[in-house]
């Protein structure tokens, strides 16, 4: 099904369960229910910058994702045991990104870019994410670090102590003593602080 680039707002997907691919983006949604469609190998709902919420926990059978330039706070791909692409770039509110799936190794293509408010990205092996992807390659931003415990919340205490390896901007540029520019303070124990200092 393919009704993309219309002023779409409202979908009812709800009868249709042997739907396998779906084609939605560029409308105006703002909301999503496919939790009725099991069979769905292949969703793109890029592009619906009022769509906040996607519920992709019944659609095991879910091979690709594209659900760029929309407007979530959070996704959660635990489920998703089948991905091998997924583009959920530009999405300026997540916050929050769980592919631990048992099987997040293997998602060829990925691309996080473009989510400054995102920086721990839950992942199933730490060590292979963070050498397949990477910022020079284009799957993630400069503030982003994978772990296997991220927390929902944006806001963590850390009481440890921790040493400062160093401090970037946006585009992952080292920067010493700037003021008004969003800086990313990254620590040895793998912790990334966002921080502004406004004069």
Not at 108 to 116: G, P, R, S
Not at 177 to 190: P, S
């Amino acid at each position: 099904m393919d009704c993309s680039q219309n002023q779409i707002t409202n979908l009812n997907l709800s009868g249709d369960t042997a739907l396998f691919q779906l084609d939605c983006g560029r409308n105006q949604l703002t909301n999503l229910d496919v939790s009725a469609n099991i069979a769905l190998n292949f969703l793109n709902c890029y592009n619906n910058w009022n769509l906040t919420n996607l519920d992709l926990s019944n659609n095991t059978s879910l091979t690709s994702l594209s659900c760029s330039g929309n407007g979530h706070n959070s996704l959660d791909l635990s489920n998703n045991t089948a991905l091998t692409y997924f583009n959920c770039s530009d999405n300026p509110q997540l916050s929050f990104l769980d592919v631990r799936n048992g099987n997040s190794t293997n998602i060829i293509d990925f691309n996080t870019t473009y989510n400054f408010n995102l920086t721990c990205i839950n992942v199933d092996d730490v060590a292979w994410s963070t050498v397949n992807w990477t910022l020079a390659n284009g799957n993630i931003d400069a503030s982003h670090y994978f772990s296997t415990n991220c927390l929902p919340s944006a806001i963590q205490e850390h009481n440890t102590s921790k040493e400062l390896l160093e401090v970037t901007d946006l585009l992952g540029r080292e920067a010493k003593g700037t003021k008004n520019v969003v800086l990313f303070y990254i620590y040895d124990d793998g912790t990334v602080e966002k921080k502004i200092v406004i004069e």
